[in-house]
């Protein structure tokens, strides 16, 4: 189904395995196909969220229903003080299941430290080092981080199949060292927020066709300019729509234009089937 737009979307991160997917992820998903949502990038944060993420896509899969789920196997930044060997290995093993399709939610938060720096540094380093051995993409998360989070992704990167730095906020400088190391760009509604997001709208022109990727990062992120804005402030992936009409009006692109191309990407880039 590619609903009204006549294109079908990719949603590369969405937090299905949030609570606040608990009591209705049939019908939440149900709206997504409805909108031609055609596959959903459930993002694991921990090992606990990587396991029911993967649970999630396997379920989904054999129940034949759409969106097609797939999912990502990491400790996300916040997290890092819990990435042991045994956790590794986890992930490594999660990383061999055909429903797990890159190394992460991984990377580094500055803005917040929950998890010391140094710590989270040695945690990005050894996902790095995962995703060189399992030859799987890296979904990426910075914040308040850039000198230390590009220099390490540059030491890795010739060892890297690939990867998206999710959820882009940075500037010029930071969106040039990403793409210069080949990496994928995510998008979310963050770009529809007038508060904060309006630098966006003059840098998602400046990314290639075939780098550029969209999400919800659902249930976070809810596009401030939407019409309707849901009581309870949730963003779901049916809501992608609007974010990459968004992004494609930036662009000087139609819907189905930007629907195609980053489309055609996320499937490249994370070895979907078509």
């Known amino acids: 189904m590619t609903g009204s737009h006549g294109a079908p979307l990719v949603d590369i991160g969405a937090n299905l395995t949030n609570k606040a997917f608990r009591d209705d992820l049939d019908a939440v998903l149900a709206r997504a196909a409805a909108a031609g949502i055609a596959a959903v990038v459930v993002t694991g944060t921990s090992a606990q969220a990587s396991r029911a993420a993967h649970g999630i896509a396997a379920g989904r899969r054999a129940a034949g229903a759409g969106p097609t789920l797939h999912a990502t196997a990491g400790v996300h930044p916040h997290h890092a003080s819990t990435l042991s060997p045994e956790t590794l290995d986890e992930l490594r093993a999660l990383l061999r299941l055909p429903e797990v399709v890159a190394v992460g939610e991984c990377g580094l938060d500055y803005d917040r430290n929950f998890s010391p720096q140094d710590v989270q540094r040695r945690a990005f380093e050894a996902q790095l080092e995962l995703a060189a051995e399992v030859s799987k993409p890296v979904f990426l998360h910075e914040r308040d981080a850039d000198a230390d989070f590009t220099a390490i992704l540059a ?15 940075g500037d010029r400088a930071a969106l040039e060292a990403y793409l210069d190391l080949g990496m994928h760009v995510g998008i979310t509604g963050w770009i529809c927020d007038e508060r904060r997001g309006t630098h966006l709208k003059e840098l998602v022109p400046l990314v290639p066709a075939g780098k550029l990727l969209v ?60």
Do not use: K, M, Q, S
Request: net charge positive; hydrophobic share 40%; with cysteine.
């Open 215 to 274: 999400e919800t990062d659902a249930p976070y992120i809810l596009p401030r300019d939407l019409p309707h804005r849901p009581r309870d402030g949730r963003n779901e992936p049916a809501l992608l729509v609007h974010v990459a009409r968004a992004v494609a009006a930036c662009r000087g692109e139609t819907l189905e234009e930007l629907a195609a191309h980053t489309t055609r990407a996320a499937r490249e880039l994370f070895a979907l089937p078509a």
């Open 155 to 169: 030491r890795w990167r010739p060892r890297l199949v690939g990867g998206v730095v999710h959820c882009f906020t």
